[in-house]
């Protein structure tokens, strides 16, 4: 009788934990009582829970005695003593995961205890025991430096959080003096900059509201550097006609800044800028170009593109340059906001006019500051070749000095197709100590603006992998490439009738196949923060945690120890 009225009162005090939401699920047997119960309990605070806890064994004396009180309190104290021995213990295991990330290279914090984790190494293998894989919450990936690395998802994904993970990593003393240049397509990393780096330490540029102005008269060294805004704002990527004209409005536009810069970077009333550059094909005739151009006995290609006794092509040519350079020098391009802030420090002699900034001069000398690109998207056609070339600008002279590194965070680059030197950014990168973060809405989009052949080419010098929900064919095809494919082992039970008697023979068949580690459809169906990371020694599927103040102490504090 007295073993059957302890039975019961050990079962009465279990389901009365579970009311309180402790239960023998967190020995990781997988048991739950009353979710909604738990949910109120967790709500409460910790003076509250010690309150009701500390009562329980009260009431349970009073109800059923000592003998049911004293396997209350012994459950209470294995309860609590199993939860601050798991906290202690994943406190270690994310500290040595997040000291190991740090010193190889970007931590990436990755929780596999709540999708139920998986990997192709140590990290699957501990995560499934019973009862050792409740301890495997929060690990660490690797972001190996200085490889270039890959977030890969669909809108609301979680590509941002992901990458303002990486950024907050460099934007701390560590970094010391490199450029940092952020192409920047929602504003959601230029407002997390100024957010931790303070708003004097980022340069903005952009069509409007800019921080500096940018001015492409500062970012030359040699003449032949004009070749290469020439060819960012006429790619000359068409065909037959189309391609004609473009060439020569690339002559032409080179001439004219060639001959703009002989003629004033020497002269002391005159500024050489981007509102000089506007206004002369703006007010010039073709005719009065041609005159200007003519006196430079090596223009001749743009000469003759501009020649009025040529052929009738060449009122489309300098059309075709106008156009161009009205589309693109606009708002701060184009110099106005410059010309406004003069105005007022006339007026006001108290006023500072806004600083004039070149890609150039940043790259040699950040100054401990962020460049932030920042692309409008109301103005977005019509100014993507300006952020062609400051990306590509960048990018060369990024890749010309390998004694110190640069970061570039690229985000849905895609916007901007064309880059020529995105290629070399990420398969070329790791030896002139460049690293970049590229993210992408869909592998889509980027064959659809690069082709499939460059766009796998980019796509496999990003080692760093972060794959989140996706959408199309072609970013699921992807995702399953780089994962890869595992063998699995089936067991098969054959029955065989022999002729002629009535035996029957049994036996049983191991079947070895290759297998996706995911199905198709799983890639759509994540939610927002859950994904892939694939790295050099495998894949790891877990959470990605929104980057919190606790989260960032942690980070720093496991750099500090590296």
């Known amino acids: 009788m007295e073993l059957v009225t302890d039975l019961a009162s050990t079962v009465l005090t279990v389901a009365a934990l579970g009311y309180l939401g402790v239960s023998v699920s967190d020995f990781g047997l997988g048991t739950r009582f009353k979710p909604r119960l738990r949910e109120r309990w967790w709500r409460l605070s910790t003076m509250q829970r010690r309150a009701l806890l500390g009562g329980l064994p009260v009431l349970i004396y009073v109800a059923w005695g000592a003998p049911a009180a004293v396997w209350s309190l012994i459950l209470i104290g294995l309860v609590l003593g199993w939860r601050r021995l798991a906290a202690t213990v994943r406190r270690l295991v994310r500290r040595q995961a997040f000291t190991r990330a740090a010193r190889q290279g970007f931590v990436l914090p990755m929780g596999v205890g709540l999708t139920g984790g998986g990997a192709s190494g140590l990290v699957a293998r501990v995560a499934a025991l019973p009862i050792l894989g409740r301890l495997v919450d929060l690990t660490a990936a690797t972001i190996e430096r200085p490889t270039s690395m890959l977030a890969l998802g669909t809108t609301g994904s979680g590509k941002t959080e992901v990458g303002k993970t990486l950024v907050w990593q ?301 959408g199309d064919e072609a970013s699921i095809d992807y995702a399953r490439t780089v994962v890869g494919t595992e063998f699995k082992t089936y067991t098969k039970h054959v029955e065989k009738d022999h002729a002629g008697d009535f035996s029957v023979t049994k036996r049983r068949e191991l079947k070895e196949e290759e297998e996706h580690a995911f199905a198709r459809g799983e890639f759509t169906r994540w939610n927002p923060g859950v994904g892939l990371f694939i790295g050099r020694t495998g894949w790891r599927y877990g959470y990605f945690p929104m980057l919190d103040d606790q989260l960032a102490v942690e980070i720093d504090e496991a750099h500090a120890r590296t």
């Open 170 to 470: 460099l934007t701390d003393a560590r970094r010391g003096d490199e450029p940092i240049v952020a192409f920047d397509y929602k504003t959601d990393y230029q407002d997390f900059l100024r957010e931790v780096c303070g708003e004097d330490a980022v340069i903005r540029v952009s069509a409007s509201g800019s921080t500096h102005i940018w001015n492409v008269f500062q970012e030359v060294d040699d003449e032949r550097d004009y070749r290469e805004l020439a060819r960012a704002l006429f790619p000359a990527d068409g065909d037959g006609s189309a391609k004609f004209f473009e060439q020569a409005a690339r002559d032409v536009f080179r001439a004219t800044c060639v001959a703009l810069d002989r003629e004033y970077r020497e002269d002391p009333d005159v500024t050489l800028s981007n509102a000089l550059l506007a206004r002369t094909f703006r007010e010039f005739s073709r005719e009065d170009l041609y005159e200007a151009l003519s006196e430079h006995g090596d223009m001749a290609a743009a000469t003759s593109a501009l020649d009025p006794d040529g052929s009738r092509q060449s009122v489309g040519v300098y059309a075709t340059v106008q156009q161009r350079v009205a589309d693109v020098f606009v708002g701060d391009f184009a110099g106005e906001a410059a010309a406004r802030a003069d105005e007022a420090a006339a007026a006001a002699p108290t006023h500072t006019a806004d600083a004039e900034i070149s890609i150039r001069e940043y790259m040699r000398n950040p100054q401990g500051r962020v460049l932030v690109l920042d692309f409008p998207q109301r103005q977005g056609q019509t100014v993507a070749p300006i952020f062609r070339f400051l990306v590509d600008h960048a990018a060369m002279h990024a890749l010309d000095d390998a004694s110190r590194g640069a970061y570039f965070i690229l985000d849905e680059a895609t916007r901007i197709p064309g880059l020529r030197r995105l290629d070399d950014l990420v398969n070329l990168g790791r030896g002139q100590q460049v690293q970049v973060l590229l993210t992408l809405q869909s592998v889509s989009q980027l064959f659809a603006n690069y082709g499939k052949e460059r766009g796998t080419s980019i796509l496999s010098g990003l080692v760093s992998r972060v794959i989140l929900r996706l």
